[in-house]
């Protein structure tokens, strides 16, 4: 089976500052990928990054990066730079192979960016 | 492509009727997956289709929940009879079978029941 733990309900930044939000995943399957999506208050769900298990560097997209770390089966995303429009819920997801390639989402983390 | 396209967007409906959401995913997705959101339980998988057929549905609250992907291009979900806690926002999605490849969402749909 499946799980995402995402710990932090609610976290706040200053903008201009970086941010990590925390993501831990347990899984049988040897070969998965690991997601993270935004949503905005409008609604819509957009992805942001993705990391493979079996990828050697970290993933990074702009001023998204994702910390991966498999040993301790973590995913954490880290925003640098923040801004105001950064403000969101934020979800890490899973998906594996097989008859697990279902995509399995966390409870998600409302991120505020203040001035 | 016009991406994954949900209808309705909105609906309101009284207690007891019966409720169709229609999704249609990307072309050439071959995985496709129903959400519900709500402020309580969060995002939930309720079922998900691989090349047309159901492989977990076991997200699937309760027998008046129903889902159907006929074809390809067209997946239902559907609601019989509708109850006030069925209130959410239902998603679609669609992929790729390909591990490394994002999921991609529709709009949604939003599901009042009075």
């Known amino acids: 089976a499946q799980k995402i733990t995402q710990t932090q309900p609610g976290m706040f930044v200053q903008e201009k500052e970086a941010v990590t939000l925390d993501c831990t995943y347990d899984?049988?399957?040897?070969?998965?990928?690991l997601f993270w999506y935004k949503q905005p208050s409008s609604g819509e769900m957009i992805f942001l990054i993705y990391?493979?298990?079996?990828?050697?560097q970290n993933a990074t997209e702009g001023r998204y990066s994702l910390n991966f770390q498999k040993a301790r089966k973590s995913a954490n995303l880290v925003i640098s730079a923040s801004q105001l429009g950064d403000s969101a819920m934020y979800f890490c997801?899973?998906?594996?192979?097989?008859?697990?390639?279902?995509?399995?989402f966390g409870t998600g983390t409302r991120l505020q960016v203040t001035l | 492509d016009a991406g994954v396209i949900q209808s309705p967007r909105h609906e309101v409906t009284e207690m007891g009727q019966e409720v169709t959401l229609r999704c249609k995913p990307i072309?050439?997705?071959?995985?496709l997956f129903w959400y519900r959101q709500t402020m309580m339980r969060g995002l939930e998988l309720l079922i998900y289709?691989?090349?047309?057929?159901?492989?977990?549905d076991s997200g699937m609250p309760e027998d008046r929940f129903s889902a159907k992907m006929p074809n390809a291009s067209f997946s239902t979900l559907k609601i019989q009879p509708s109850e006030p806690r069925d209130s959410a926002v239902y998603f679609c999605a669609s992929a790729s079978g390909e591990l490394n490849t994002e999921a991609f969402f529709g709009q949604g749909t939003r599901l009042t029941v009075v």
């Open positions: 990391q493979g298990s079996y990828d050697q």
């Open positions: 072309s050439g997705h071959n995985s």
């Open positions: 899984t049988s399957d040897p070969s998965y990928g």
């Open positions: 997801a899973m998906r594996g192979t097989g008859t697990a390639s279902k995509l399995t």
């Open positions: 289709f691989n090349n047309n057929v159901p492989i977990d």
